[in-house]
Protein backbone atom coordinates (compact mmCIF):
# COMPACT_ATOMS: atom_id res chain seq x y z
CA UNK A 1 0.00 0.00 0.00
CA UNK A 2 3.18 2.14 -0.73
CA UNK A 3 3.49 5.13 -3.15
CA UNK A 4 6.08 5.48 -5.53
CA UNK A 5 7.93 7.23 -3.00
CA UNK A 6 7.57 4.89 -0.16
CA UNK A 7 4.90 6.84 1.64
CA UNK A 8 1.90 4.39 2.88
CA UNK A 9 -1.25 6.40 1.29
CA UNK A 10 -3.82 6.87 4.29
CA UNK A 11 -7.15 8.15 3.56
CA UNK A 12 -7.80 10.45 6.69
CA UNK A 13 -4.71 11.99 4.96
CA UNK A 14 -5.76 12.18 1.40
CA UNK A 15 -8.97 10.77 1.14
CA UNK A 16 -9.59 8.34 -1.93
CA UNK A 17 -7.30 8.49 -5.03
CA UNK A 18 -8.26 8.74 -8.45
CA UNK A 19 -6.91 6.64 -10.72
CA UNK A 20 -3.17 7.76 -11.69
CA UNK A 21 -1.84 6.58 -14.92
CA UNK A 22 1.61 5.59 -15.55
CA UNK A 23 1.87 6.29 -19.05
CA UNK A 24 3.15 2.36 -19.56
CA UNK A 25 1.26 -0.18 -21.03
CA UNK A 26 -1.07 -2.50 -18.88
CA UNK A 27 -0.97 -5.97 -19.67
CA UNK A 28 -4.54 -6.71 -18.76
CA UNK A 29 -4.37 -10.19 -18.91
CA UNK A 30 -1.16 -10.48 -16.64
CA UNK A 31 -2.54 -8.41 -14.16
CA UNK A 32 -5.84 -10.58 -14.17
CA UNK A 33 -3.24 -13.53 -13.84
CA UNK A 34 -2.00 -12.03 -10.72
CA UNK A 35 -5.42 -11.26 -9.51
CA UNK A 36 -6.62 -14.59 -10.09
CA UNK A 37 -3.31 -16.23 -8.18
CA UNK A 38 -4.46 -14.63 -5.03
CA UNK A 39 -8.03 -15.53 -5.01
CA UNK A 40 -7.19 -19.26 -5.42
CA UNK A 41 -6.45 -20.55 -2.52
CA UNK A 42 -9.52 -18.95 -0.47
CA UNK A 43 -11.61 -19.74 -3.32
CA UNK A 44 -10.63 -23.60 -3.37
CA UNK A 45 -10.67 -24.16 0.66
CA UNK A 46 -13.90 -21.89 1.30
CA UNK A 47 -16.41 -23.36 -1.49
CA UNK A 48 -14.66 -27.34 -0.42
CA UNK A 49 -15.94 -26.28 3.36
CA UNK A 50 -18.98 -24.43 1.92
CA UNK A 51 -20.11 -27.92 0.06
CA UNK A 52 -18.66 -30.51 3.19
CA UNK A 53 -21.12 -28.19 5.60
CA UNK A 54 -23.90 -28.25 3.06
CA UNK A 55 -24.06 -31.64 1.75
CA UNK A 56 -23.70 -33.17 5.59
CA UNK A 57 -26.92 -30.92 6.84
CA UNK A 58 -28.76 -32.61 3.89
CA UNK A 59 -28.27 -35.37 4.82
CA UNK A 60 -28.79 -35.27 8.20
CA UNK A 61 -32.61 -35.66 9.74
CA UNK A 62 -33.08 -31.90 9.31
CA UNK A 63 -35.83 -30.22 6.89
CA UNK A 64 -34.38 -29.87 3.65
CA UNK A 65 -35.94 -26.54 3.07
CA UNK A 66 -35.15 -25.39 6.70
CA UNK A 67 -30.97 -26.26 5.33
CA UNK A 68 -32.15 -24.31 2.30
CA UNK A 69 -34.05 -21.24 3.83
CA UNK A 70 -30.63 -21.24 6.36
CA UNK A 71 -28.34 -21.08 3.11
CA UNK A 72 -30.31 -18.52 1.39
CA UNK A 73 -30.38 -16.45 4.74
CA UNK A 74 -26.25 -16.04 4.49
CA UNK A 75 -26.16 -15.23 0.86
CA UNK A 76 -28.48 -12.53 1.61
CA UNK A 77 -26.53 -11.47 4.82
CA UNK A 78 -23.37 -11.29 3.01
CA UNK A 79 -24.37 -8.84 0.30
CA UNK A 80 -25.46 -6.72 3.28
CA UNK A 81 -21.74 -7.57 4.87
CA UNK A 82 -19.96 -6.61 1.46
CA UNK A 83 -21.89 -3.17 0.99
CA UNK A 84 -21.13 -2.26 4.73
CA UNK A 85 -17.83 -3.48 4.53
CA UNK A 86 -16.88 -1.94 1.48
CA UNK A 87 -18.78 1.65 2.86
CA UNK A 88 -17.70 1.91 6.05
CA UNK A 89 -14.36 0.24 6.43
CA UNK A 90 -12.38 0.20 2.66
CA UNK A 91 -13.74 3.53 2.29
CA UNK A 92 -13.53 4.66 6.28
CA UNK A 93 -11.25 6.90 6.98
CA UNK A 94 -9.67 6.16 10.32
CA UNK A 95 -7.47 8.69 12.03
CA UNK A 96 -4.94 8.17 14.07
CA UNK A 97 -5.37 9.37 18.06
CA UNK A 98 -5.26 8.05 21.69
CA UNK A 99 -5.84 5.26 22.69
CA UNK A 100 -5.22 1.54 21.61
CA UNK A 101 -8.37 0.95 19.78
CA UNK A 102 -8.24 3.87 17.42
CA UNK A 103 -4.43 3.45 17.15
CA UNK A 104 -4.56 0.03 15.62
CA UNK A 105 -7.69 0.96 13.27
CA UNK A 106 -5.33 3.78 11.98
CA UNK A 107 -2.88 1.37 11.27
CA UNK A 108 -4.82 -1.65 9.90
CA UNK A 109 -7.55 -0.15 7.95
CA UNK A 110 -6.83 3.87 7.33
CA UNK A 111 -4.47 2.69 4.13
CA UNK A 112 -6.72 -0.37 2.69
CA UNK A 113 -8.41 0.33 -0.34
CA UNK A 114 -6.38 3.16 -1.02
CA UNK A 115 -4.09 1.41 -4.02
CA UNK A 116 -7.13 -0.40 -5.63
CA UNK A 117 -8.32 3.15 -6.42
CA UNK A 118 -5.22 4.26 -7.63
CA UNK A 119 -4.62 1.19 -10.03
CA UNK A 120 -7.82 -0.18 -10.35
CA UNK A 121 -6.10 -2.46 -12.94
CA UNK A 122 -3.03 -3.64 -10.30
CA UNK A 123 -3.56 -7.45 -10.11
CA UNK A 124 -1.84 -7.25 -6.47
CA UNK A 125 -4.93 -5.14 -5.27
CA UNK A 126 -7.82 -5.95 -6.35
CA UNK A 127 -8.83 -8.95 -4.52
CA UNK A 128 -7.35 -9.70 -0.87
CA UNK A 129 -5.81 -13.13 0.10
CA UNK A 130 -6.47 -15.90 1.94
CA UNK A 131 -4.22 -14.30 4.63
CA UNK A 132 -6.86 -11.46 4.94
CA UNK A 133 -9.67 -13.44 6.25
CA UNK A 134 -8.90 -17.21 6.98
CA UNK A 135 -8.58 -15.98 10.77
CA UNK A 136 -12.00 -14.61 11.33
CA UNK A 137 -13.49 -17.27 8.52
CA UNK A 138 -12.41 -20.00 10.81
CA UNK A 139 -13.16 -18.87 14.22
CA UNK A 140 -16.78 -18.23 13.14
CA UNK A 141 -16.96 -21.09 11.56
CA UNK A 142 -16.25 -23.04 14.63
CA UNK A 143 -18.40 -20.55 16.79
CA UNK A 144 -21.58 -21.25 14.19
CA UNK A 145 -21.80 -25.45 15.23
CA UNK A 146 -22.31 -24.17 19.04
CA UNK A 147 -25.90 -24.46 16.78
CA UNK A 148 -27.55 -27.31 15.28
CA UNK A 149 -26.08 -28.15 12.12
CA UNK A 150 -28.58 -26.96 9.48
CA UNK A 151 -28.83 -23.38 10.68
CA UNK A 152 -25.97 -21.31 12.19
CA UNK A 153 -23.47 -23.88 10.29
CA UNK A 154 -25.06 -23.53 7.09
CA UNK A 155 -25.82 -20.20 7.05
CA UNK A 156 -22.52 -19.38 7.97
CA UNK A 157 -21.11 -21.84 4.90
CA UNK A 158 -23.20 -20.04 2.63
CA UNK A 159 -21.55 -16.66 3.90
CA UNK A 160 -18.38 -18.03 3.17
CA UNK A 161 -19.14 -19.23 -0.36
CA UNK A 162 -21.19 -15.53 -1.05
CA UNK A 163 -17.69 -14.08 -0.26
CA UNK A 164 -15.99 -16.44 -3.04
CA UNK A 165 -18.49 -15.68 -5.47
CA UNK A 166 -18.02 -11.67 -4.63
CA UNK A 167 -14.48 -11.64 -5.39
CA UNK A 168 -14.85 -13.55 -8.67
CA UNK A 169 -17.67 -11.16 -9.40
CA UNK A 170 -15.53 -8.25 -8.29
CA UNK A 171 -12.35 -9.65 -10.43
CA UNK A 172 -14.63 -9.74 -13.64
CA UNK A 173 -15.75 -6.63 -12.93
CA UNK A 174 -11.72 -4.96 -13.54
CA UNK A 175 -10.91 -7.48 -16.37
CA UNK A 176 -14.36 -7.95 -18.71
CA UNK A 177 -12.82 -7.48 -21.49
CA UNK A 178 -9.80 -10.40 -20.55
CA UNK A 179 -12.74 -12.55 -20.06
CA UNK A 180 -15.10 -11.86 -22.85
CA UNK A 181 -17.78 -11.03 -20.21
CA UNK A 182 -21.29 -10.63 -22.08
CA UNK A 183 -24.76 -10.39 -21.22
CA UNK A 184 -27.03 -8.05 -19.09
CA UNK A 185 -25.78 -8.87 -16.00
CA UNK A 186 -22.03 -8.14 -16.73
CA UNK A 187 -22.86 -4.99 -18.85
CA UNK A 188 -25.02 -3.80 -15.80
CA UNK A 189 -22.16 -4.52 -12.46
CA UNK A 190 -19.57 -3.14 -15.06
CA UNK A 191 -20.84 -0.37 -15.47
CA UNK A 192 -21.75 -0.03 -12.11
CA UNK A 193 -18.32 -0.86 -10.84
CA UNK A 194 -16.62 1.61 -13.30
CA UNK A 195 -18.59 4.23 -12.17
CA UNK A 196 -17.71 3.94 -8.68
CA UNK A 197 -14.14 4.20 -9.67
CA UNK A 198 -14.96 7.14 -11.54
CA UNK A 199 -14.49 11.00 -10.02
CA UNK A 200 -18.43 11.20 -9.37
CA UNK A 201 -18.98 7.78 -7.74
CA UNK A 202 -15.93 7.37 -5.40
CA UNK A 203 -18.67 7.75 -2.72
CA UNK A 204 -21.78 6.44 -3.90
CA UNK A 205 -22.39 2.72 -5.64
CA UNK A 206 -20.86 0.21 -3.01
CA UNK A 207 -22.69 -2.97 -4.27
CA UNK A 208 -19.99 -5.13 -5.69
CA UNK A 209 -22.59 -8.02 -6.94
CA UNK A 210 -25.41 -5.29 -7.29
CA UNK A 211 -26.83 -2.31 -7.00
CA UNK A 212 -29.57 -2.94 -4.24
CA UNK A 213 -28.36 -1.84 -1.12
CA UNK A 214 -27.37 1.01 -2.62
CA UNK A 215 -31.12 1.82 -3.54
CA UNK A 216 -31.78 1.15 -0.22
CA UNK A 217 -28.86 3.15 1.62
CA UNK A 218 -29.18 6.07 -0.02
CA UNK A 219 -26.07 5.38 -2.35
CA UNK A 220 -27.61 4.75 -5.44
CA UNK A 221 -26.18 6.22 -8.93
CA UNK A 222 -27.77 9.54 -9.36
CA UNK A 223 -30.87 9.39 -11.49
CA UNK A 224 -28.99 11.68 -14.50
CA UNK A 225 -26.50 8.99 -14.48
CA UNK A 226 -28.36 6.31 -14.09
CA UNK A 227 -30.24 6.62 -17.13
CA UNK A 228 -27.29 6.94 -19.35
CA UNK A 229 -25.44 4.52 -17.99
CA UNK A 230 -27.38 1.44 -17.58
CA UNK A 231 -29.39 1.14 -21.12
Known sequence: MAKADGRRRLKSEV???????????????AE??????????????????????LGSALRSP?????????????GVSWTL??????????????PDGTG????WAHVKLDGLHAEHHARPWDGDHINGTIR????YMTVLAAASFLAPLHTAPVLWAAVMQSYVIEEWVHHGTHFP?????RGPYWRYIVRHHAYHHSPRGTEIAFGLTSGAW????????PVRDRDRLYR
Not at 15 to 29: C, K, T
Not at 100 to 103: V, Y
Request: no cysteine; charged share 20%.
Open 214 to 221: DAMLGTRV
Open 32 to 53: ARRSRQRLLPASALYTSYALVV
Open 132 to 135: DTVL
Open 177 to 181: TVYGL
Open 81 to 94: VEYLAHRYILHGRF
Open 62 to 74: APVAATLAWFAAG
Open 15 to 29: GMPQVEFSGRRIDLA
Open 100 to 103: ALRH
